[in-house]
């Protein structure tokens, strides 16, 4: 089959690779319709992880059921399912917690596992036109039949659920403000459901034209860091007294206002100080427990100087984690279903497998448009 193939730092290929087989009696394969490019396929594209060439990326699969073990029961060929960028078994002390995104019998000696991602586990990614299910009657989630709202549909795979996981983390309740640091697919995902969750005024702090633009047409109040500090803006919008949640959607890459260097610490402090005493924090952005491309040698080690006695001082919560796909995916399937929600505004491409290495480059350069891509391996 083919299947984008990470060759090195910033080179990927679309090549033939052998076809997933069932491995276990709890197996399906998908022949897959959609996988998205996720900005952290970008971090193993830039060369910043330990991936070895050859590894097929992919976490954000949708498709129809192909092949089902012996042991599956819930699914038959010919289902259209999304699967969680989490690999779970569902019946370890964490998935039966809810706590899916760190499973601990998936990847031994590691919390959580992914398809098609370093350190994840031995799971092929699905930009591919198969990928491997296992635990499928836990991990697929079944769909309409059909091919209506598949650009709405393959964003449960991770970004739709992952910005609402950040409204959880910060608890964002109706009638809240919330500041949202980062205007990418998860940041305007979690701008997008805190409006959902009834947030009486979102605002959406990026410097990039084309996401501010977006914050902006879905309601939200764009915040340019790159005209103002963006603590003072927010503060100007609320009294003075800074908004009641903030929600962190850029993680360790983040750069210093007005410079083109990365400052991994100065989102958490931004929001430390954006966010008004007694608030709370959501922590979906990536951080890494090593960054070797960090600018410095505590963030190589995954080490920031986060303002810790102002958030004390503020009596400040916050929440981390990866998200936990399953715990949302299900009511944001039927949100979408019943027209109560349209995530797919954030898709800026679709395109078939072949285009992927140049829709790559684009979006890694966030140039011509490209925030989100949907690739088509059966286009």
Do not use: W
């Not at 699914?75 to 960028?85: A, T």
């Not at 991602?117 to 591919?128: D, E, I, N």
């Not at 919560?317 to 019943?338: A, S």
């Not at 491409?349 to 072949?354: Q, Y």
């Amino acid at each position: 089959m083919r299947a984008v193939v990470y060759k090195g730092p910033f080179e990927v290929a679309v090549e033939q690779v052998e076809d997933p087989r069932i491995q276990h009696p709890n197996d399906v394969t998908v022949r897959v319709t959609s996988s998205a490019i996720c900005g952290s396929d970008l971090h193993m594209y830039e060369g910043r992880t330990a991936a070895e060439p050859g590894i097929v990326f992919g976490h954000e699969n949708l498709g129809v059921v192909e092949e089902t073990g012996e042991g599956v029961t819930t699914l038959s060929r010919g289902d259209r399912v999304v699967m969680p960028f989490n690999v779970a078994c569902g019946f370890c002390k964490n998935c039966s917690a809810g706590f899916t995104g760190f499973c601990l019998t998936v990847n031994p000696g590691f919390a959580g596992g992914a398809y098609g991602y370093v350190a994840m586990g031995p799971y092929v990614g699905g930009q591919a036109e198969y990928v491997r299910v296992p635990y499928a009657d836990f991990n697929c989630l079944k769909l309409p039949e059909g091919t209506d709202n598949e650009s709405d549909f393959i964003l449960l795979a991770d970004i739709f659920p992952t910005g609402y996981h950040g409204n959880e983390l910060a608890d964002v309740r109706p009638g809240e403000s919330v500041a949202v640091y980062g205007g990418g697919p998860v940041g305007l995902m979690a701008a997008y459901s805190a409006m959902l969750r009834g947030a009486s005024k979102v605002f959406v702090v990026d410097r990039v034209t084309e996401r501010l633009q977006k914050a902006e047409e879905i309601g939200a109040v764009p915040i340019d860091f790159s005209k103002g500090n963006p603590v003072e803006q927010i503060k100007e919008h609320t009294g003075g007294e800074g908004a009641d949640k903030g929600i962190d959607a850029v993680g360790y890459q983040a750069q210093a206002r007005g410079e083109d260097r990365e400052e991994p610490a100065t989102v958490l402090n931004s929001l430390v100080d954006s966010v008004r005493p007694t608030g709370a924090l959501g922590v979906p952005g990536l951080y890494v427990p090593r960054d070797p491309g960090g600018p410095d040698e505590n963030s190589k080690q995954g080490m920031l100087m986060v303002s810790i006695g102002r958030l004390f001082e503020k009596g400040l919560r916050m929440g981390t984690g990866q998200c936990n796909v399953k715990r949302y995916n299900r009511q944001l399937r039927d949100m979408i279903i019943e027209g109560r929600a349209r995530p797919s505004f954030v898709v800026s491409h679709e395109l078939p497998l072949e285009e992927a290495p140049s829709a790559y480059e684009k979006f890694d350069k966030r140039i011509e448009g490209y925030t989100k891509v949907v690739l088509h391996p059966h286009a």
